[in-house]
């Protein structure tokens, strides 16, 4: 059973910083990428950033130079190390992992964590 538990939301003041993490936990063979995404009330899921098991990353245009990535494959954690908050920010944060269960596979499996919150409000 893959587990993946986020932690690190709560609430900070609008340029305030916060530093989510994320620990995957069970059986698999190997991780390839991991990434979060968030949920506003009323909005879809999306992207934030992400980043392969080459460390190449990707960021949401509206992250980018404030939001940074990161992973520790001998933790299997990810990390997001958000500065300048906005209340734009606001929103359930998830974090996901697509890994590849056993060595003969030929799909990876997409797993979710249970989602933290973060609210940027003064």
């Known amino acids: 059973q893959v587990q993946l538990v986020e932690s690190g939301g709560g609430l900070v003041q609008p340029g305030g910083s916060l530093r989510l993490s994320c620990a995957a936990s069970?059986?698999?063979?190997?991780?390839?990428?991991m990434g979060w995404y968030r949920q506003a009330p009323g909005k879809q899921r999306e992207l934030v950033a992400r980043?392969?098991?080459?460390?190449?990353?990707n960021y949401a245009d509206s992250v980018k130079g404030r939001f940074t990535i990161s992973r520790d494959n001998a933790k299997n954690t990810v990390y997001l190390q958000m500065n300048s908050l906005k209340p734009e920010d606001t929103a359930v944060y998830y974090c996901?992992?697509?890994?590849?269960?056993?060595?003969?596979?030929?799909?990876?499996?997409?797993?979710w964590g249970q989602g933290t919150q973060v609210t940027v409000s003064s």
């Open positions: 069970g059986s698999w063979f190997s991780i390839n990428a």
């Open positions: 980043i392969t098991n080459g460390s190449n990353t």
């Open positions: 996901n992992a697509d890994l590849l269960l056993r060595s003969w596979h030929s799909n990876l499996m997409r797993y």
